[in-house]
């Protein structure tokens, strides 16, 4: 795949990662329980078939992600991919979380995400989401940015921020890269984060670009019906009426668009994100080897101006 560079930091990375949210298994906003064993094959998958990071949070099953991370780079003969996490989400027991970037608890996760993935330094670490106060937003980055002086972590970027958030940020250290949603059904955006970031040398890495699986052409309504109850997606619009017919849809224009090029719908999603050169590169998930396998084909798809039009309908 050609890389391309993040943002204003060394790092060329391949135009999909790997996305280890699910493969942290059962949580509160997990995506069910998970098999390591088809989690550390589908990263192994993914790195064969030339992927060169791995995007994943201490968040993600409360820890069990990075540690399944750690286990399959530790089982990997080939070249170590790039490792990207992200703090601000806390276990407060009893299945619960809280959502906290004061300084002294993001330094305390730094340290904890090290263990887990039995680094020495973490190549781009991230606040996962901002906090409702300014003033803790900006102690938690403070505190990113001392992490990065003292060669915990690489680079410092973000995720979920606003263009307000970006600027106050950039005030204190400079910011890699932001991480938002996007895909064909979340679009916002398009509307000033992504023009923003491409001003300001702000790598964007999107997550869920298919739309957290409703755009792959294998979900159905009764695959919806048989998810897991500790499955997040249950609980979501998107995966309700009205929106479900709309998004089903959607997948069904991006088959018929896959299907001249030999592609899936979920790939054609994923090429779909990647058109626009403010996107440096999309996370895709993937339970087991298989579903890596019908996503990569993604990154090298480029799909025309008419192509675009018809699935954008």
Do not use: C
Not at 295 to 301: E, F, H, K, P, S
């Amino acid at each position: 795949m050609k890389k391309r560079k993040l943002g204003n930091s060394d790092i060329e990375i391949t135009p999909i990662g790997f996305g280890a949210w699910a493969v942290g298994g059962s949580w509160k906003f997990g995506w069910g329980s998970q098999d390591d064993k088809d989690s550390i094959a589908a990263i192994h998958r993914a790195l064969e078939l030339g992927v060169n990071w791995i995007d994943t949070a201490a968040a993600y099953g409360l820890g069990h992600s990075e540690e399944v991370v750690a286990q399959a780079l530790a089982e990997w003969r080939g070249e170590r991919p790039y490792v990207f996490t992200k703090g601000g989400i806390v276990d407060k027991g009893g299945g619960e979380v809280d959502f906290t970037v004061k300084g002294e608890s993001i330094r305390r996760e730094v340290e904890a995400s090290l263990k887990r993935l039995k680094v020495d330094v973490i190549d781009l670490y991230q606040m996962h989401w901002p906090a409702d106060d300014a003033a803790e937003t900006q102690e938690g980055w403070e505190t990113m940015a001392a992490l990065k002086k003292e060669g915990k972590v690489r680079w410092i970027g973000v995720s979920n921020f606003s263009v307000e958030e970006l600027e106050a940020a950039a005030k204190i250290a400079p910011v890699t890269s932001l991480q938002p949603p996007y895909s064909l059904i979340k679009r916002d955006a398009e509307k000033e984060l992504l023009p923003y970031s491409g001003k300001y040398d702000i790598g964007v890495i999107v997550y869920s670009p298919m739309g957290s699986g409703l755009l792959t052409g294998a979900m159905t309504r009764e695959r919806i019906d048989k998810l897991s109850a500790d499955d997040w997606r249950r609980k979501n619009a998107e995966f309700q009426e009205p929106k479900l017919t709309q998004n089903l849809a959607l997948a069904e224009r991006l088959a018929t668009v896959g299907k001249r090029h030999g592609k899936s719908a979920g790939e054609v999603a994923i090429a779909w994100t990647l058109r626009l050169p403010e996107v440096t590169g999309a996370i895709v998930g993937g339970r087991n080897a298989k579903q890596v396998d019908g996503v990569v084909g993604g990154a090298d798809l480029r799909l025309s101006d008419a192509e675009i039009a018809e699935i954008e309908g």
